[in-house]
């Protein structure tokens, strides 16, 4: 979608929000809680960012930007090039991170600007009267969005800052230990915080715990092999060399995939096999999704795979 930079408001030196609208239509796609849109930038990179407003707006989308001096560009660019008014181009939104419906109650974590998807996943609960409760730390006092987030969620908000006149630290083996059954658990931040919830939760059952990553696996001792590749539909054989994606090969083979973050977040590369050993390498599909289901752009599968295509 075309769409508008209808406002811009600074949260702070780092952070900004952007309200986006289209043009023309009132009523945008529909973004359930835990969403995201990929924002194809000036420059032709593509950025994902969770969607942080009221998911019952169906006027405009919200996202809030933190500038990364360290990182690959795209936040810098959202923070100079864009100013109200600017024509951006915006995708349906995608839900890599749901709320679990039939979950008897809901604890998220959130780290440092992590804490995007959950505003929208806040507005939710609070509006249905579903029992949670927010956990977020930040080095940064007061922590991006704050404010908002305090109207939604009021003492269900628990902030953990060492930069706050009463330093806290989150310990996620007290927190989160004791709960009842039917919890879900919901973790979007750094990775040392995912790494310390999933440490935290590893006798819980996975279907329970849930993460939304924005960085791509670190696994640098992972060797990448050759491995074919067969067409389902055709019966055609393509050879992925050990330094090309399957993505790419198959793309240079005239196949129009869509492809977003190429790091195996964003989920929109995804693609159905039929038999082969694949080696998952995203950080996307659940568990029971892995069956018959890989992402092109970082996944693999040893000696060869058949594709849904
Ligand atoms: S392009 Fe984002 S997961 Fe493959």
């Known amino acids: 979608m ?25 009523e945008l796609p529909v973004a359930s809680p835990g969403s995201h849109v990929d924002v194809h930038l000036l420059d032709g990179k593509i950025r994902q960012y969770s ?10 989308y919200k996202i809030a930007v933190k500038r990364e001096p360290g990182g690959r560009g795209g936040s810098r660019l959202m923070h100079e090039a864009y ?5 951006i181009h915006v995708s349906a939104p995608r839900n890599n991170f749901p709320l679990e419906p039939t979950a008897d109650r809901h604890i998220l974590v959130a780290g440092g600007i992590g804490i995007t998807p959950f505003i929208s996943m806040a507005h939710h609960l609070s509006r249905q009267g579903a029992e949670f409760e927010l956990h977020y730390a930040s080095r940064q006092y007061p922590p991006p969005l704050m404010a908002s987030l305090l109207d939604i969620c009021g003492s269900r908000l628990n902030i953990y800052s060492s930069n706050s006149e009463r330093p806290r630290r989150f310990d996620p083996k007290r927190a989160l230990s004791n709960q009842p059954p039917g919890t879900h658990i919901y973790a979007c931040g750094p990775q040392a915080l995912m790494d310390a919830v999933s440490a935290a939760t590893s006798e819980w059952p996975s279907q329970q ?9 670190l696994d640098e001792n992972f060797k990448a092999e050759p491995f074919d ?8 054989t393509i ?3 050990a330094d090309q994606s399957a993505l790419c090969v ?18 929109s590369c995804e693609c159905g096999y039929r ?9 996307v599909l659940k568990i029971d999704a892995r069956q018959d289901r890989m992402m092109l752009c970082v996944s693999r599968a040893r000696v060869s795979v058949t594709l849904d295509l």
């Open 275 to 283: 038999d082969g050993s694949v080696i998952h390498r995203d950080k």
């Open 2 to 26: 075309k769409m508008r930079v209808a406002d811009i408001v600074d949260d702070s030196a780092e952070v900004k929000v952007f309200t986006l609208r289209h043009p023309l239509r009132d």
């Open 239 to 241: 050879r992925v060399p």
């Open 83 to 87: 100013v109200r008014g600017s024509e």
């Open 209 to 217: 715990v849930h993460f939304e990553a924005f960085q791509a696996t």
């Open 229 to 236: 590749i067969r067409i389902a539909s055709t019966g055609s």
């Open 250 to 267: 198959l793309r240079d083979a005239g196949f129009l995939l869509p492809a977003s973050c190429e790091m195996g977040v964003c989920g």
């Open 51 to 60: 969607l942080c407003g009221d998911p019952d707006e169906k006027s405009q």
